[in-house]
Nanobody, 115 residues
C-alpha cells in the first residue's frame, strides 16, 4: 500500500487549496479513504471521510461547510478541496486507508495558512 499526498503550500487566510492523494498497491475502489491532519503540538485528527460509496461522507465539525472530500476511482485518487482557510487549518495533512486491519498513512503534505 502506498499513499502519496500533494497540493500543500502557503495560502493566505480566506484562500483555497486542493490536496490530492494517489493510492497504489491495493484495490482503491473497495476501500474507504480519509484525510487526517496534525497541527504542531496537537494530536492527529480526522478531517474528512469518504466511503466506497461516494454518498458516504463525514466531516469534522471544524471543517464542515468549508472542506469537500471526493474520489476518482479511475485515477486511484482522493481529493480534499479546502475553502475559506484560516490559520487554524495550518497542519500536515495525511491520507489514510485501513487496509485489512492495518493503518496505512502517506507521508503528509504541509498546509500553512498565513498572511
Amino acid at each position: 500500500v502506498q499513499l502519496v499526498e500533494s497540493g500543500g503550500g502557503l495560502v493566505q487566510p480566506g484562500g483555497s487549496l486542493r490536496l490530492s492523494c494517489v493510492a497504489s498497491g491495493f484495490s482503491f475502489s473497495n476501500f474507504h479513504m480519509r484525510w487526517y491532519r496534525q497541527a504542531r503540538g496537537k494530536e492527529r485528527e480526522l478531517g474528512a471521510h469518504i466511503g466506497r460509496d461516494v454518498g458516504e461522507l463525514r466531516y469534522a465539525d471544524s471543517v464542515k461547510g468549508r472542506f469537500t472530500i471526493s474520489r476518482d476511482n479511475a485515477k486511484h485518487t482522493v481529493y480534499l478541496q479546502m475553502n475559506n482557510l484560516t490559520p487554524e487549518d495550518t497542519a500536515v495533512y495525511y491520507c489514510y486507508v485501513r487496509y485489512y486491519g492495518m493503518d496505512s498513512w502517506g507521508k503528509g503534505t504541509l498546509v500553512t495558512v498565513s498572511s
